[in-house]
């Protein structure tokens, strides 16, 4: 009743074919080479990479102390003390730096932060 | 109303319909769809303006994810509701039971939905912390005491979560 068993075979023929070519290629030619090959060039300068950034948690009056502890913990690993000093920090300073390294990981926990709906923003130190 | 563990979930009985209702209009509460300041609170940028490209990224590539991440849990709140389905005209009490592996989809889409009221109604801290006002006297009141039974439900839920 279905044509999809059909189809499948189709693929899985074509897919065999595509195998043996590959590797008749790979018996008898040589490796392709490229004549003027396009270097792609670095979007982040040296510079760029090496300047530390921080992640800071900014506060609003909605989420809930206990919640923000929670986050902290889970997301940095943080013991309950360090959790909850920071969450303390971020009510009763408006802002806490939370964690401070290299610009791809800060990306990533202001990432999961803002998955669990805090203000959270990337900043470079200095 | 009463909360407490039941083997392996939370269940909340004695659930009169008034509240029954709040939690029925969890998900279209979280829905910041036509709320500009809501939508602005759940997808708030990852850094100050002058890092333009960092969020024009972002827009690109994160805030997609987290929609999905977001339309994930209501949806399992959404499922977890439909206990709640064809009750509405007995005006009877009911019972709802939260499985304890959706405590997280609960903890979410209820923070959601208290952040994009907050952010509609752009309640002060005062009112954030006014836990007595009444909920009869106008649809903002009514919102508000939504935000602080939210709340309430979130604070169960993570008590739940930090005893297991």
């Given amino acids: 009743m279905s044509r999809r068993p059909h189809c499948e075979g189709v ?103 803002h998955g669990y709906l805090l203000l959270a923003t990337i900043e470079k130190i200095g | 109303m009463e909360i407490c563990r039941h083997g392996d979930a939370l269940e909340i009985f004695d659930l009169d319909p008034f509240l029954a209702e709040l939690l029925r209009q969890i998900p279209a509460s979280a829905n910041p769809e036509g709320t500009p300041a809501a939508e602005q609170r759940l997808f708030s940028p990852p850094a100050d303006a002058s890092e333009k490209e960092m969020r024009a990224e972002w827009k690109l590539y994160v805030e997609p994810e987290l929609r999905r991440l977001f339309r994930s849990a209501t949806e399992t709140v959404a499922a977890d509701l439909a206990q709640l389905n064809g009750k509405e005209k007995t005006f009877a009490n009911c019972t709802l039971r939260i499985p304890k592996e959706h405590a997280d989809a609960w903890l979410s889409a209820l923070n959601q939905a208290r952040l994009a009221i907050a952010a509609k109604y752009d309640f002060t801290d005062g009112e954030l912390g006014d836990h007595y006002r009444s909920p009869i006297g106008s649809r903002r009141d009514l919102s508000l005491f939504q935000v602080n039974f939210y709340g309430f439900l979130q604070e169960f839920i993570l008590q739940e979560l930090e005893v297991r």
């Fill in chain 1, 11 to 113: 693929a899985i023929a074509r897919s065999e074919q595509a195998v043996s070519s590959l590797r008749v290629l790979d018996e008898t030619a040589t490796p392709p080479t490229v004549e003027n090959p396009a270097i792609e060039k670095e979007t982040r300068g040296k510079e760029e990479l090496d300047v530390p950034w921080q992640v800071v948690v900014h506060n609003d009056p909605v989420n809930l102390m206990t919640y923000v502890t929670m986050v902290f913990q889970r997301v940095f690993g943080y013991p309950r003390e360090k959790a909850e000093r920071h969450m303390l920090e971020v009510h009763h300073k408006g802002r806490s730096i939370l964690w401070s390294g290299l610009r791809e990981r800060a990306e990533l926990y202001v990432q999961q932060l």
